[in-house]
């Protein structure tokens, strides 16, 4: 597929869409022009860019939690629950794994087994098995926004009937939502899948409704360098600007060193804005969320809290519009109602308590802003040249030839040849660089600051330092470290 960062036309969209709307039963209800209208009937309170924009005037951090149960009732119960108890500022539908493989047969079984049962058999929410009068009996129940989380490669009809349904937010990318999640699904054909959801979020906004759109940040959430999630958020950002979007929050995962993350968030802002301007999207509205830890929890509920505690307080720091929030549940698998309200309650106490501090310009941290401003530019820079300015093209010959390689992710298309390892202070580093475009001086800094901390430690510059920093949280240990390396640990 020759894809191009180039807005659909209408009849193609319309063409695409009459398939589109065929895939589930649930197609056939989904009437544009009446859900234009239906947002319309929204108070301003529901509408999640409304509710970014009103939080950034106010020096106000949003906090959101993750949710998604089968059976509709029960996940209606459950976002009012974290609303009125765990003052969640914005709700989340996180849907379930057979609808972010467009297996809507098997999530039909999966339903009725959850109903039957009384309790759910599903990871998530079905949304297109809910259907759009199902979507907005949901939305409608709560005073404020709510926002499509999943994780699907083909994410069109899951977008027409959520947003249909009164969704003002809808997560991921053809990008996002693909490397890190999938084994062997073509990158031009997600790109392309997600060119529909952006011009359909396009096509809301021209009809006067703003719908939200975040590319998913943290990426496999397990030591991604800033400059390799803001650089596939940037990405993410370019092709939803192409379409038509014009209120975009992008997202990174917290590395667990302080400054490194501050500096993220700050220059995600910045540099997500060059690249728009740059090819002429002056109108979009940037803002930024911040995910808390999204590697491995410790399982005991203490340290968990501290681990929450910290990513709220790093939040409130950088200057974050928005928080989501983890649960002291984490370890354990998929967290009950009571443990979600606790990880929102935990992180709104913090935030408010740090609502009028941020962090004050320094060395270290003006230092760490300026590797990953270079890092994340060598890095575009570069897609750009290889796409000849078109990021689309980019994008995908980027992956094939390593430029942009995401570390851990499983797919095919990935190279998987970045190792990532902490340095002494605990902020992510670079230990085998692939082929991303760095000069001779971004990798000679690299390499220093993991030969100070092999000294420090009394050990070798190798592969066991990403599998110690990989566990190190999970088991309740440093992410920066001072002295011998302990080898029983």
Known sequence: MNIKNKRLDDQLFENIQKDVLTHYQTGKDVDFENAVQNFKNQSKAQNFAHVIAQAQKDNRILIQPRSGVADLDKQIELVNYLQKHGQADCLSATIDSYTRHNRYDEVEKGLAQSIKEGRSLLNGFP??????????????????????????????LLAEITLAGGFTSFEGGGISYNIPYSKNISLAKTIYDWQYVDRLIGKYEEAG????????????????PPCISHSVAIMEALLAAEQGVKDITVGYGQSGHLIQDVAAIRTLVSLTRYYLEKFNYKDVTLSTVFHQWMGGFPAHYAQAYGVIAYGSATAALAGASKVIVKTPHEALGIPTAEANVEGLLTTRQVVDMLVDQKM??????????????????AIVNKLLELGNQDIAQGAIIGFKSGVIDIPFAPSQLNHGLVLPARDNDGAIRILEMGHLPFDDDIKAFHEKQLKERAHAEGRPVDFQMVVDDINAIADGKLIGRKGKHNDEN
Request: hydrophobic share 35%; no cysteine.
């Open 209 to 224: 409704i703003t719908i939200n759109r975040e590319p998913f940040g943290p990426l496999t959430g397990t030591l991604v």
């Open 127 to 156: 949304a297109v098995n809910h259907g759009v009068a199902g979507n907005r009996k949901l939305t409608s129940s709560v005073e404020g926004p709510m926002q499509v989380r999943h994780g699907t490669p083909d994410a069109r």
């Open 360 to 377: 004050k310009d320094n060395k270290i941290l003006a230092l760490e802003m300026d590797i990953i401003t270079r890092e994340t530019q």
